[in-house]
């Protein structure tokens, strides 16, 4: 089964915006703090964005003033608001706990006029 299902990704831009969306198992939501990663072509997977339990947030460098995560108890949502989008951010867009378990399948964001 898999874990997170991840929705909102495509083609854009730069300096446009979309918002990802994943879809979390509430035993999994509830009790871990969420996190988007993401992959680019011929390099490693890395964190971009972790939000904890209360809502404290922080991103990594590249991101930060750019991006923004949140989360939605009620649904059990987690997303990933990206503006000022730049070839750079084009990656395989991943929703995981922090620290990472098992992995969905990912959404594909690029980056390109």
């Known amino acids: ?4 299902v ?4 495509g083609l854009v831009q730069p300096g446009g915006s979309l918002k990802l ?3 979390a198992p509430e035993d999994i939501f509830s009790r871990y ?3 988007w990663y993401r992959q680019a ?3 490693e997977r890395e964190w971009v964005a972790i939000i904890n ?3 404290a947030v922080k991103y990594t460098d590249s991101v930060r003033g750019r991006f923004t995560i949140s ?3 009620a649904k059990n949502m987690v997303y990933l608001q990206m503006n000022i989008l730049k070839p750079e951010d084009t990656a395989v867009y991943y929703c995981n706990t922090d620290p990472s378990g098992d992995w969905g399948q990912g959404i594909q964001v690029t980056v390109s006029s």
Do not use: K, L
């Not at 089964?1 to 997170?4: A, G, I, L, N, R």
């Not at 991840?6 to 990704?9: C, I, N, P, R, V």
């Open 33 to 35: 703090n969420m996190a």
């Open 71 to 73: 989360r939605d108890y």
């Open 53 to 55: 339990r209360p809502g």
């Open 41 to 43: 072509p011929g390099r």
């Open 1 to 4: 089964q898999v874990p997170f």
């Open 21 to 23: 969306s994943c879809a």
């Open 6 to 9: 991840e929705s909102g990704g």
